[in-house]
């Protein structure tokens, strides 16, 4: 069974900085794409960033030049480094597979971005 548990969301001011981990219970960051989603109230889940099992990493227009992918596959773990953040950065954050796997999904972490 895959466990995936997000963590380091919080309070953050304009252009501040957050990074949030993703814990896997096995070793799926080292044999599959992982990704960062988001999620606002009413809203479906958005594509934030991505990384290949290579370690190829794209991210969404909105979070260009701010927002940096990385993993470290000896400890199952994908990390979301934000920088200079937005109040429409505020939402649920979420770590799945990419594509990903309806079961994977955890309780997310939430990020408010706010003065």
């Known amino acids: 069974q895959v466990r995936l548990v997000e963590s380091g969301g919080g309070l953050a001011q304009p252009g501040g900085s957050l990074r949030l981990s993703c814990a896997a219970s096995?070793?799926?960051?080292?044999?599959?794409?992982m990704a960062w989603y988001r999620r606002t109230p009413g809203n479906q889940r958005e594509l934030v960033a991505s990384?290949?099992?290579?370690?190829?990493?794209n991210v969404a227009d909105s979070v260009k030049g701010r927002f940096t992918i990385s993993r470290d596959n000896a400890k199952n773990t994908v990390y979301l480094q934000m920088n200079s953040l937005k109040p429409e950065d505020t939402a649920v954050y979420y770590c799945?597979?990419?594509?990903?796997?309806?079961?994977?999904w955890g309780q997310g972490t939430q990020v408010t971005v706010s003065s």
């Open positions: 096995g070793s799926i960051t080292r044999i599959s794409a």
């Open positions: 990384i290949t099992t290579g370690g190829s990493t």
């Open positions: 799945n597979t990419i594509p990903y796997f309806p079961s994977y």
